[in-house]
């Protein structure tokens, strides 16, 4: 059974800092991606990397992943209150067949940014 | 984009009653799409995997019996909540998978939210 372990789960911060959560495997995954969710609604795909050592780039959002592909992290620069939410970092096991699509999803992290 | 449409967003049924959840993709066909349970402030946790045209692969711990899932078509697959108990109120999300499976992302649906009282 593979596992990813996401921190940390509570996050609550003032507007302008700087933050990173963390997501961590003993296993190797295919891909990683990262999701934000809000209260009542599905999880909305921020990112998804393949490569080892890949990092991406999303506005003042930044994503790595592991050169091993075991780990991934998420770095938000300079909060505001519309990043408020929940992310959830989620790993593939392998390509093909309906198993592709079967994610693991990490613990999750509330993060709050604070006016 | 695309997009899946998981209905209803809320419901609220009596104890002992069924209750039928539907995810459907709307513009792609998903040979695969799964169903997750998620509480309050925490992740989602994957309950079973819906084949279109074959049985469904229920995770372990999740009652296959009380949790019908039916996946008839390429683009709709459905979760039945039988017997619905107050325990088993939660928030519900479907994702499906796009083809090729091997190069497709999921899309997730908006989640329905269960109340039984």
């Known amino acids: 059974t593979q596992l990813l372990e996401q921190s940390p789960q509570f996050l609550s911060i003032q507007e302008g800092e700087n933050l990173t959560v963390y997501c961590n495997s003993s296993?190797?995954?295919?891909?990683l991606q990262w999701y934000r969710q809000e209260p009542g609604e599905g999880p909305v795909l921020l990112v998804t990397?393949?490569?080892?050592?890949e990092v991406k780039k999303l506005k003042r959002l930044t994503f790595q992943f592991g050169d091993a592909r075991k780990d991934s992290s998420l770095h938000i620069t300079a909060a505001q209150p519309g990043d408020t939410g929940l992310y959830l970092c989620?790993?593939?096991?392998?390509?093909?067949?309906?198993?592709?699509?079967?994610?693991?999803f990490g613990q999750g992290t509330i993060l709050t940014v604070h006016p | 984009g695309a997009v899946v449409s998981q209905h209803p967003s809320r419901v609220i049924c009596k104890s002992g009653t069924s209750v039928k959840i539907e995810c459907r993709s709307l513009?792609?066909?998903?040979?695969?799409m799964f169903w997750y349970r998620q509480f309050p402030k925490q992740s989602l946790m994957l309950m079973a995997t819906?084949?279109?045209?074959?049985?469904?692969?229920?995770e372990q711990g999740v009652e296959k019996d009380k949790f019908l899932i039916n996946h008839a078509s390429l683009t709709l697959s459905t979760l039945t909540v039988t017997s619905a108990h107050p325990e088993d109120s939660s928030f519900y999300i479907c994702?499906?998978?796009?083809?090729?499976?091997?190069?497709?992302?999921?899309?997730f649906g908006n989640g329905t939210r269960l109340t039984v009282t």
């Open positions: 819906s084949n279109e045209g074959s049985k469904a692969t229920y």
């Open positions: 989620a790993g593939a096991a392998g390509a093909g067949g309906t198993s592709y699509g079967k994610l693991t």
């Open positions: 994702s499906a998978q796009g083809q090729p499976v091997y190069n497709s992302p999921l899309h």
């Open positions: 990397v393949v490569t080892g050592g």
């Open positions: 296993s190797v995954f295919s891909s």
């Open positions: 513009d792609f066909q998903a040979t695969t």
